[in-house]
């Protein structure tokens, strides 16, 4: 894929409704994408069904919610959830008396993880207790899910897992000089990748974000002949990154943030996709434009092409509405502070020397440098200064329209979607906002 495949236009479903079935495969977690989409599910009528991915006990066992977290789980979600924990990740899974890659790299220390090493067949044990504990969950879940679809439904499957970070102690540290660092606090996302507990961290994110997904479908294979052979139909969702098209200047350009270290597992998430296309199956991973949410605040300046996207509400026709936003974006501002000098920093910011190495779509995800980390991570920090409040900012404000959008243009595309990888860039995303907030 040498380039983005984009969603251009608002699909008009009709596949999905009232006696059709929603299963959210991952758990609904605070503020995130995946609360666009339930709302689009439950606007339409349909039933909502859950998944959870269980709690860990003190000795690290597993175990399905308890009587009062399912209560507050299911009204959550306003729908059943299924108890069966679906932790996904090996990270905790060893063979029975093996240590577990946690404890593997429990005693690596700022000064030594560098060159600390890891049995990579004993890893190899621990991945493959990990996929036999997740395929046995997927499998007793399946079986109770279809005894809660009725015959001739509809079934819409989205996959919402992702992340993976092995929970090293050393990590924090890491990741704050990988992810936030710059001048003598900068580190290179090469030197993560290349060490042991990177290529670890690697592997754990591919199990988490990628292979669930083939998970979920080989699992529901029997289900789905059954669904199909009544009638039904059957689609699988995704939520991916790789990018998004913002309007830089006064065109729409692929920009992306780096160093997204996820981003191999999100690739490895749009090739079973395709993988699955190619057997008839409709599943489509969405590309989605960045946004700020609990896991994505590691990673600062990802919010950064977010600002464009007031931009693309006048240039994609969203009328009074856009215009509240903007308004509504200046009231969040200190005094001293002009949105329109905001935009145009970022505009140059986006056409910069430094940015443009990075708008290299074939290469992606590239590496950190310390430019990048200097220019994104001082421009993101003196943006947020701007604001009256850090804890109320536009960002904040734009993410949840992000949501908004995402919904309806995942709901609708995957009723006759167009392919299995598919990017909803600003354009789309604003006219979407366009019809949601007609007057």
Not at 135 to 144: G, L
Not at 153 to 172: D, P
Not at 217 to 236: F, K
Request: hydrophobic share 45%.
């Amino acid at each position: 894929m040498s380039a983005p495949v984009s969603l251009r236009t608002l699909s008009r479903q009709s596949l999905f409704g009232k006696g059709d079935v929603f299963v959210l495969f991952g758990e609904l977690f605070g503020r995130g994408y995946a609360n666009g989409l339930v709302a689009a599910a439950r606007a339409a009528g349909m039933t909502l069904v859950g998944m959870t991915v269980g709690r860990r006990e003190a000795d690290g066992s597993l175990r399905p919610l308890d009587a009062g977290e399912l209560v507050t789980a299911e009204a959550n979600l306003g729908g059943h959830i299924i108890n069966v924990p679906l932790m996904a990740g090996f990270d905790l899974d060893a063979p029975a008396g093996a240590a577990t890659p946690t404890e593997m790299v429990s005693a690596m220390t700022i000064k030594s993880w560098q060159n600390d090493k890891l049995d990579w067949t004993k890893i190899a044990a621990c991945r493959e207790a990990g996929t036999i504990r997740f395929r046995n969950a997927v499998a007793e879940a399946m079986r109770q899910l279809d005894a809660l679809i009725p015959p001739g439904a509809n079934v819409f499957f989205a996959h919402t897992m992702a992340g993976g970070l092995v929970k090293a102690k050393v990590f924090l540290a890491i990741a704050n000089r990988v992810y936030k660092g710059r001048g003598e606090r900068f580190m290179s996302s090469r030197t993560l990748l290349d060490s042991d507990l990177g290529k670890l961290n690697l592997m754990n994110f591919e199990e988490v974000t990628a292979n669930t997904f083939a998970h979920l479908i080989d699992g529901s294979t029997a289900l789905r002949a059954r669904v199909e052979q009544a009638g039904g139909q059957v689609r699988y969702t995704a939520y991916g990154y790789h990018g998004t098209e913002i309007l830089i200047g006064n065109n729409y350009q692929w920009q992306t943030y780096t160093n997204y270290t996820q981003g191999y597992a999100k690739k490895r998430l749009e090739a079973i996709a395709g993988e699955a296309w190619q057997k008839g199956i409709k599943a489509t991973v969405f590309n989605c434009p960045e946004i700020r949410t609990n896991s994505s605040d590691i990673f600062v300046g990802v919010e950064l092409s977010l600002f464009p996207l007031l931009a693309a509400y006048r240039r994609e026709g969203c009328g009074a509405w856009g215009e509240a936003q903007w308004n509504a974006c200046r009231a969040l501002l200190a005094d001293s502070a002009q949105l329109d000098d905001i935009l145009a920093r970022l505009d140059a910011y986006n056409t910069s020397t430094v940015m443009r190495t990075f708008h290299d779509f074939d290469a992606w995800p590239m590496d950190n440098t310390p430019e990048l980390a200097e220019l994104m991570i001082g421009t993101a920090d003196s943006i947020t200064a701007l604001h009256k409040d850090r804890h109320a900012l536009i960002t904040d404000l734009l993410s949840a329209q992000v949501i908004e959008a995402t919904g309806p243009l995942i709901f609708n595309e995957a009723a006759a979607p167009g392919g299995p990888v598919l990017w909803l860039n600003h354009d789309v995303i604003a006219r979407q906002l366009a019809v949601l907030h007609a007057r």
